[in-house]
């Protein structure tokens, strides 16, 4: 299973920014449960959105209202569209599925916010 986000930039404090995440290989997409998460500089991993085959959708509180979560199954892919982004948004964002018990990561896309 391979996962290639893109997307990530700069923006100034209050703008948008769309990350993709398309899966490819052995992977059952529709079945899986797909995963944003990110790492601040100098701080651990967090989990962002989540988003099941089915469109249910889960987020940490200090995005929810302004992220938003979705998947298209039929291109393999996960998006994770931000708005009113703050420079506490600032990080590598990681895309994540985990399948037969093995987690797979993508290579991380960084957002960085200017105030």
């Known amino acids: 299973v391979q996962l290639q986000a893109s997307g990530g930039g700069s923006v100034q404090a209050g703008g948008s920014l769309r990350l993709s995440c398309a899966a490819s290989?052995?992977?059952?997409?529709?079945?899986?449960?797909m995963d944003w998460y990110r790492q601040p500089p100098g701080k651990q991993r967090e989990l962002v959105a989540s988003?099941?085959?089915?469109?249910?959708?889960n987020y940490a509180g200090s995005v929810k209202g302004r992220f938003t979560i979705s998947r298209d199954n039929a291109k393999n892919t996960v998006y994770l569209q931000m708005n009113s982004l703050k420079p506490e948004d600032t990080a590598v964002y990681y895309c994540?599925?985990?399948?037969?018990?093995?987690?797979?990561w993508g290579q991380g896309t960084l957002v960085t916010v200017s105030s």
């Open positions: 994540h599925v985990q399948q037969y018990y093995i987690n797979y």
């Open positions: 290989g052995s992977i059952t997409f529709n079945n899986n449960v």
């Open positions: 988003i099941t085959g089915g469109g249910s959708t």
